[in-house]
Nanobody
Framework: QVQLVESGGGLVQPGGSLRLSCVAS????????MHWVRQAPGKGLEWVSQ????????NYRDAVKDRFTLSRDNAKNTVYLQMNSLKPEDTAVYYC??????????????WGRGTQVTVSS
């Protein structure tokens, strides 16, 4: 059974930090690009960051560059999103996404249920 389970969300003051974790099971984690996607209240999904299967490449949306760091531990089937200098506009439900493109070009995706991050004083 495929599962992605996020944790680490919560309420934090502006300027604070949180570390989100996403534990994967039921598929070959080390083959997948891993993404974090967020959804703020009343808004659509917004891509945040991605990391390559081997962990050697990362990309971030401009709004979180230099504040967020994405990493993964393939031995633990886990991806981490370290979020520093949090701002109220970072408030959202954060979803973990696993993405794989087969040799034939088909896309396989898995999603977690999300973890709430609230940045407020």
């Amino acid at each position: 059974q495929v599962q992605l389970v996020e944790s680490g969300g919560g309420l934090v003051q502006p300027g604070g930090s949180l570390r989100l974790s996403c534990v994967a099971s039921g598929f070959t984690f080390s083959n997948y690009w891993m993404h974090w996607v967020r959804q703020a209240p009343g808004k659509g999904l917004e891509w945040v960051s991605q990391i390559s299967p081997g962990g050697d490449r990362t990309n971030y949306r401009d709004a979180v560059k230099d504040r967020f760091t994405l990493s993964r531990d393939n031995a633990k089937n886990t991806v981490y999103l370290q979020m520093n200098s949090l701002k109220p506009e970072d408030t959202a439900v954060y979803y973990c996404n696993a993405h794989y493109t087969t040799n034939r070009g088909s896309v396989v995706e898995h999603w977690g249920r999300g973890t709430q991050v609230t940045v407020s004083s």
